[in-house]
C-alpha cells in the first residue's frame, strides 16, 4: 500500500515531465519517419564487398618487423589461416594475407579476432584479406567503464546525464544527419536539433521547473549568438563548409545526386560542439541563482543579476580556456604537422585550416561567455517577478 502511494505522489510530482517526455518521444518518432534513408537491400548480383568477423587459427607466416624510422611501428605482412564466424561465409576457413604498416593494421596471433573485407565475384569466387584487428570487444568495455565511473561518482544524476547522452547521439545520427543527407536546410535543422536535445536533457535531468525553463532560454540564446557570431566571422574570412577539412567526399556525394547543403557545415558544427558547454553554463548559473534566490527572496532583480554576473564570470575563465584546448587537442596532429612546416606568418594566416579552426574555437567561446549575461539576465526576471 505504502508503494503505491510513493509511486502516486512520484508520479503527481513528475507529472509536468513524464508529459513533456512523451511528447518529445512522439516527436522524435514522427520525424525519424520523414526523414529515415530508405533500406537499400544488399546487392548480391556481380562484384560485392561484405566485411565480417574472423577468429585467427595459425600464424602460417609472418615477415613484421619493428621499423625505427617510424618511431618501432610494425611494419611487413602475416598469412593467417582464420575460420570465419559470421556472415554467408560463416564457419568456412581461409588463408588470408595481413598487411601491416606503421598507419594501418596490426600483428595477429592465434585466438585474436579481426575484421575480414570478403569480396564476393560474379562467378562465385571469394577472397578475403584481414581489414583490422576486430575492436568490438575494446570497445564495449571501454564504454562499460565510462558508464560506471560516470554513475559511480554521480549517482541518480550521473544515471539521468548519461540517459541524455544517449538520447543526444540518438537525435544526431537518427534525426540530424538523414535530415541533412535529404536536403534539409543545414543550419535551421542543425540549430533545431540542438534545442530539442538541450530541452529533453534539462527535463531528464530537472524536470519541468523554473531553473530548467531559464537554462533552456539561457542555452539556446548562447547558441543563437554563437550562430550569428559564426555567419559574421565565416563572411569575414570568405570561408566556409567547402573549405573544410574531409569535405570531399561529401561534395562527391553532392555532385552524385544527394542533396546535402555543404556551405552551412562550418557554422553548424560550431553549434553542436558550443552546445555541451552552453548547456553546463546556463545549468549552473540557473541553479545558483535559484539557490541564491531562495536564500535571499527580498533580492530584487538588478541585485540577482549580479551575482550571477559574479558566479558566471568564474565559469567563463576556465569554459573558455576548455574549449579552445578541446580544438586544439582534436587537431593536434594536423596542427603540429603544420609547425613543422616552419610556414611564414603570411602564409599561416592566410590558409583555410587556420580559419576554419579559429573560427570555431572562438565562435563557440562567444556562445559560452554571451550564455552567462543572458541566463543571469533571464534567471533575475524569472526568480523576482511576481506571480
Known amino acids: ?85 559470421t556472415g554467408q561465409y560463416k564457419g568456412s576457413e581461409h588463408l588470408v ?17 579481426c575484421t575480414l573485407t570478403v569480396s564476393t565475384y560474379a562467378n562465385g569466387d571469394m577472397s578475403a584479406t584481414v581489414y583490422e584487428y576486430n ?8 564504454i562499460a567503464l565510462f558508464l560506471l565511473v560516470t554513475v559511480l561518482v554521480g549517482g541518480r544524476t550521473g544515471a539521468k546525464s548519461l540517459v541524455g547522452l544517449f538520447f543526444t547521439v540518438l537525435s544526431v545520427f537518427l534525426l540530424l544527419f538523414p535530415a541533412l543527407m535529404k536536403g534539409a536546410p543545414t543550419l535551421l535543422s542543425t540549430f533545431l536539433v540542438c534545442v530539442y536535445v538541450a530541452a529533453v536533457s534539462f527535463v531528464i535531468l ?14 539556446v540564446a548562447g547558441m543563437a549568438f554563437a550562430l550569428i557570431f559564426a555567419l559574421i566571422a565565416q563572411g569575414i574570412l570568405r570561408i566556409d563548409g567547402l573549405r573544410s577539412a574531409d569535405v570531399e567526399p561529401l561534395l562527391q556525394l553532392r555532385q552524385t545526386g544527394t542533396p546535402i547543403g555543404l556551405r552551412g557545415l562550418l557554422a553548424a558544427g560550431v553549434i553542436l560542439s558550443a552546445l555541451g558547454a552552453v548547456m553546463d553554463v546556463a545549468m549552473s548559473l540557473s541553479s545558483a541563482l535559484g539557490e541564491v534566490h531562495a536564500a535571499d527572496p527580498a533580492m530584487d532583480a538588478k541585485a540577482l543579476f549580479r551575482s550571477g554576473m559574479n558566479i558566471g564570470r568564474d565559469m567563463v575563465g576556465t569554459m573558455t580556456n ?32 587556420l580559419s576554419t579552426e579559429l573560427m570555431t574555437a572562438v565562435s563557440s567561446s562567444i556562445g559560452v561567455i554571451l550564455s552567462v549575461p543572458l541566463t543571469a539576465l533571464i534567471c533575475a526576471w524569472a526568480y523576482t517577478r511576481k506571480a
Open 97 to 113: 594475407y595481413n598487411y601491416v604498416g606503421p598507419l594501418y593494421g596490426a600483428p595477429l596471433k592465434a585466438g585474436d579476432s
Open 206 to 219: 530537472g524536470g519541468v521547473q523554473k531553473k530548467t525553463l531559464c537554462a533552456l532560454l539561457g542555452t
Open 322 to 353: 576548455t574549449l579552445i584546448l578541446a580544438f586544439l587537442g582534436g587537431g593536434l596532429v594536423l596542427t603540429l604537422y603544420i609547425y613543422t612546416l616552419g610556414l611564414s606568418a603570411h602564409q599561416l594566416l592566410s590558409s583555410a585550416y
Open 1 to 85: 500500500m505504502e508503494n503505491k502511494v510513493n509511486a502516486a505522489g512520484w508520479l503527481r510530482k513528475n507529472r509536468a515531465a513524464l508529459i513533456v517526455l512523451l511528447a518529445a518521444l512522439v516527436l522524435f518518432v514522427v520525424v525519424r519517419v520523414i526523414v529515415a534513408p530508405e533500406k537499400a537491400e544488399p546487392s548480391t548480383a556481380g562484384d560485392y564487398v561484405e566485411y565480417e568477423q574472423a577468429k585467427v587459427l595459425e600464424v602460417r607466416g609472418d615477415s613484421t618487423e619493428r621499423d625505427k624510422s617510424s618511431d618501432n611501428a610494425f611494419r611487413g605482412e602475416q598469412l593467417l589461416a582464420v575460420r570465419i564466424t
Open 135 to 142: 575492436r568490438t570487444v575494446p570497445v564495449v568495455i571501454v
